[in-house]
């Protein structure tokens, strides 16, 4: 009798984007319908493992040529959402969203692209499981936008800056991060614990990349 392994759970699943997504930050495109949300997000600060203050929508499209991540960050007080205007990579007490690709899934080096709500672009390179490189810069493009529900942003990041390992079948490491600087929140999916011995070995893990 031949044994069949059995198939690699994942927690979330990139869908194919048929048509050109147009990055705009409005999240208006036919494949945000048709990809699946993911919408179960955890405080890591202050209070870890709890439910975060706000709530925070995340779906993942892939072409031929990049990775797409769409992120609605609602916000009951949009009024007070905080975009400071620095360089790019520069850190300050804005609010955050940042996605981090563990492309190999080796559950130890990983790439962070991140934005805050009037553009600002930071990208790092993380290894060692949690060490990390302020100093790597990719190409990579991302647009924001804002209405009367909070904020959103529009990741693209090419293939062709990332690493990738064949053997693993169409699934990378993942995470997306949300900071919110008003409240000094941060929230993740999945929960990133402080109390962990890791950073990128706690992602989650997508499929469905071809």
Known sequence: NTVRSAAPVVDAI???????????????DEVWEKAPSI????????????????????RIAYDNV????????????PGRIVGMLTRRDQRSPSNWI??????????????????????VKLDRYYYNDGASDDSWDA?????????????SAEFRIP???????????????????REIGRLA?????????????GFVSQFAEVGGLQ
């Open 14 to 28: 990139a869908v194919p984007a048929g048509s050109p997504v147009v990055l705009d930050g409005k999240l208006t």
């Open 39 to 58: 919408t179960e997000f955890v405080q890591r600060e202050p209070a870890e493992g709890q439910p975060p203050s706000q709530r925070t929508d995340t």
């Open 66 to 77: 990049a990775l797409y991540v769409a992120v609605r960050a609602h916000d009951s007080e």
């Open 98 to 119: 940042k996605v981090v690709v563990d492309s190999y899934l080796d559950r130890r080096s990983a790439y962070e692209f991140g934005v805050n709500p009037v553009g």
């Open 139 to 151: 190409v990579w493009e991302v647009e924001v936008a804002r209405d009367e529900t909070g904020w």
């Open 159 to 177: 293939f062709s800056q990332l690493r990738f390992n064949n053997k693993v079948g169409g699934r990378v490491g993942f995470a997306v991060i």
């Open 185 to 197: 929140e941060t929230s993740s999916w999945p929960l990133l614990s402080r109390n962990a011995n």
